[in-house]
């Protein structure tokens, strides 16, 4: 498959790619600081079923996290915002940590960067995922980081 990237999509590309680097950095240093969570998922059930977690509450390393109807928002100490959402993977029918353009829209926004169109950034994650950069959940709507 060739793709072809041009300038607007290269902009968005470079967006689409600071937003995954915020994530999985701001991800890491949330779940270091909190033993025994490996993901969002954890922090949900702790919050909402265990009741041992504070829906929203700020970590030793300075990561906030504030749990949300599906998922969970984190920002750092600069203000960097990234959100998720547990999503079902239709090919897995496992809830996936997932983001959309919104998401991205809101994490460019809260670095004071203007963000591409929405298509831009849509089309720019089908790329990153065609590149193996970053998995489709469900077409043209959720994405999230490549299985480790």
Not at 3 to 15: H, K, Q
Not at 92 to 117: G, M, Q, Y
Not at 123 to 147: H, N
């Amino acid at each position: 498959m060739i793709l072809i990237v041009d300038e607007d999509t290269s902009a968005a590309v470079d967006a689409v790619r600071s937003y995954v680097l915020a994530l999985r950095e701001i991800r890491s240093r949330l779940f270091a600081d909190l033993p025994g969570m490996a993901g969002v998922q954890d922090i949900m059930v702790a919050v909402r079923s265990q009741r041992t977690m504070a829906r929203e509450s700020r970590t030793a390393g300075g990561i906030e996290y504030s749990v949300h109807g599906a998922g969970c928002r984190m920002t750092d100490e600069d203000g960097r915002v990234v959100d998720v959402d547990l999503v079902r993977d239709p090919h897995t029918a496992i809830e996936v940590e997932a983001f959309d353009v919104w998401r991205i829209k809101s994490f460019l926004s809260s670095n004071r960067c203007h963000p591409p169109a929405d298509g831009e950034l849509n089309t720019a994650c089908e790329q990153l995922a065609a590149r193996g950069e970053l998995r489709v959940v469900q077409p043209g709507r959720w994405f999230a980081l490549p299985l480790t």
